[in-house]
């Protein structure tokens, strides 16, 4: 060590420590305030920590508790939305579309978003006519319900249900049942299938459902192949050869007839 730096050394007001490494020496210095700081109040921070969440029992619980008070809040929300909704049955078309009072509420409604491609008297423009024997999807309320509600927007008809609450597209389904067999001003030419009558109140009331339409009794959905009766063969399959029977020889299948 050169003579200047042991001046500056000395000169320094820090102490210089005893011991030297490789002749590195080092100073004795104060640690900084501000880090002083940092560690006091990691320590007293700590300290809160460890007394707030160990002993008051709260430990990592605490987001557990948090997460299942957020739950139940979410599942209270979810069962009052769900209460609010309602199930769209054959019945419950039938019993809309003989309730005047809802009649009544709808009609403007159907007046104001339809007419322009129905006609307010649901004759038909740019939509099917509503009035015919004739429907385009399925054969009863249900198929007017489900046109209203997804729509069929490749063929010019919007889905309805961000549009109305679902007890009023279920209404509309109604209301577009109920204008079958009236005399629109102007009718389109029929479109779509010739159906039979919708389910009656009467029959509504009873609780029937309605028997289903022609053709539509459900079809095996594709790929699937009834599962053969009992002793029947799938086609194309052999069936499995009878075990031989115990000490016969191979050369003896198939057994020849017995003699007299
Ligand atoms: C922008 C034109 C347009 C508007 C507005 C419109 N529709 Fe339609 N609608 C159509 C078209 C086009 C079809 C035929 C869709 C098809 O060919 O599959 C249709 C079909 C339907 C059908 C099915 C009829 C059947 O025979 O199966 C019902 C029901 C219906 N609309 C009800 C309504 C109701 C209710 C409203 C008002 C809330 C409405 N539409 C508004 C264009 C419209």
Redesign the pocket.
Known sequence: MSEQQQLTVEQHRDKLMNHEYDGIREYDNPLPFWWVGIFIVCIIFAACYWVYYQMSGRTISAEHEEYATELAAWKKLRETILAKSIKVTPQFLAKLAASKSDMAKIKPK?ID??K???LPDGGGL???N?TDDY????TDRM??FK??RDG?PA???QS?SPVFKPLDVAR?AAY?ANLRGTKPAKGKAP??EKIGPYLSLKAAQKGETPAPAKGETPAPAKGETPAPAKGETPAGETPAPAPAKKGATEKTAPAPAKKG
């Open positions: 159907f978003k339809c322009a491609c129905h740019v939509g099917p509503l429907q385009l999807h399925g198929g007017l046109t209203i069929k063929k010019g008809m309805w509309l577009v479109q779509g």
